[in-house]
């Protein structure tokens, strides 16, 4: 059996409507009748509608980047997860860390938008990672294991049987710095040994874990060949239609 590849394509606050559907086509072209990794694009919320039905009937499945942690009210400006689900959006992104760092998402608010994730059937992408300063100071491993713990907990791995898991270490996000696949390999073969011992070790072996952070064509292929890199969660190289079209394809 060949080995499962997860590769997400977020596409943060970028890109008009125009922009938008010119990249949703040229994916589908390019992707054409590919049937290796799975492939989920993150457009923005107003694009989401459009982009469910552009990519109808085909490989790729849309998320949106985040969602509010109430299913509805007196919220001005939140996205509900029934609102997701109510336009055909399969997947989202939980935690991502420009939403914790720029929107204050804190641990707890994470694990809410997680919990609401799945209570809903939305496939959620949790995203961990720490800061420069976080690893200068040798805290990795305790900032992933606080990020894990907090969402994580209370819930069952049937519960969690799809889950997907990003690691991305903030440092390498939009700047161009991207891990070693061994640095990458080191961190996901921890992250992937904590899950275990907080779910199971069948659950640990078969949770996908992308690695995010400048990936881009010319380094895919070598994080993707590491055992515990089981994907890509791609910013900067996901808006242009052959950069992530290559990524997707280097996944095999
Ligand atoms: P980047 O973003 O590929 O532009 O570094 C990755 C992400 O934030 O998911």
């Not at 469910?52 to 509900?80: I, M």
């Not at 959006?89 to 420009?98: D, K």
């Not at 995203?127 to 069952?156: D, K, P």
Request: charged share 15%.
């Amino acid at each position: 059996m060949s080995r499962r590849y997860v590769i997400g394509g977020n596409w943060k606050m970028n890109l008009t409507l125009p922009e938008a559907q010119e990249l949703g086509s040229g994916l589908r072209n390019r992707l054409g009748s590919h049937r290796g990794a799975e492939a989920i694009v993150y457009p923005s919320f107003p694009y989401l509608q459009t982009m469910v039905k552009r990519f109808d009937d085909s490989r790729v499945a849309v998320g949106a980047q985040d969602l509010h942690t109430e299913q509805s009210g007196a919220y001005t400006s939140g996205v509900s997860v029934q609102m997701l689900t109510s336009i055909g959006v399969t997947h989202v992104l939980i935690g991502h860390s420009e939403r914790r760092a720029v929107f204050g998402d804190s641990d707890e608010i994470v694990a809410q938008k997680l919990s609401v994730a799945l209570a809903n059937g939305l496939i959620p992408t949790l995203c961990i990672g720490e800061t420069r300063e976080e690893r200068h100071s040798n805290e990795t491993f305790s900032v992933l294991e606080r990020q894990l713990n907090s969402a994580l907990r209370g819930h069952t791995p049937q519960a969690l049987s799809k889950l997907i898991l990003a690691y991305e270490p903030v440092w390498a996000i939009g700047t161009g710095l991207t891990a070693s696949p061994a640095q990458a390999q080191e961190v996901h073969a921890w992250v992937r040994g904590y899950v275990g011992s907080l779910l199971g070790s069948s659950f640990a072996s078969q949770v996908p874990i992308q690695y995010g952070g400048s990936v881009k064509p010319a380094n895919a292929a070598g994080l993707l060949s590491q055992p515990d890199i089981d994907g890509a969660l791609v910013g900067g190289a996901s808006l242009k239609a052959p950069s992530f079209a290559d990524i997707i394809k280097s996944a095999h």
